[in-house]
């Protein structure tokens, strides 16, 4: 029964050790005797980003997708997404968001007047992407600005190939 208990207590302390990389004092507590334990807010449900308020207005991308073509397996892939505010308010864009970690967008932060222009470059990683004969990749950007409809997706596409090891 001892080292079932034992047991019981080594999983449940591996289960929880790796949960998160930003640890506070608060949960240092838990693991000591009588000391008052404090509750950890955890997220139930994600958080949407924040839809700039205001009035909206539309945006207009050269291109909604790029193809990179093929790639080797590790190779890092950008392209910069060009566009123009197509309405009459500034265009406000509040977040950039890739599909997964291995894209990355970065957006102009500072309003785009009605008529101008500007760029979103997208970082692919195609590190873990590859397969033999070529696997095809597609991500998507979800660009979050004060337009209608308040979402808008660009696509980067393409192979990444690996090579064949012997084994």
């Not at 979402?151 to 192979?159: A, E, H």
């Amino acid at each position: 029964m001892k080292y079932l208990s034992l047991l019981a207590v080594v999983f449940a302390f591996a289960m929880t050790s790796c949960n998160n990389d930003t640890a506070t004092t608060e949960d240092t507590n838990l693991a000591t005797p009588n000391a008052p334990t404090a509750a950890v807010a955890t997220p139930s449900t994600p958080v949407a980003p924040a839809v700039p308020v205001g009035p909206t207005t539309s945006i207009e991308f050269e291109e909604n997708s790029y193809d990179f073509g093929e790639v080797m397996d590790g190779e890092k892939v950008e392209h910069m997404y060009k566009f123009t505010n197509t309405g009459s308010e500034p265009l406000v864009i509040s977040n950039a968001k890739g599909s997964c970690g291995c894209t990355v967008p970065q957006w102009p932060k500072e309003p785009i007047a009605p008529g101008e222009s500007g760029e979103i470059l997208v970082r692919f990683d195609s590190k873990g992407k590859g397969r033999v004969g070529g696997g095809a990749q597609t991500k998507t950007v979800t660009i979050t600005a004060n337009t209608t409809p308040p979402d808008t997706r660009i696509t980067i596409k393409g192979k990444v190939n690996k090579e064949e090891t012997a084994g």
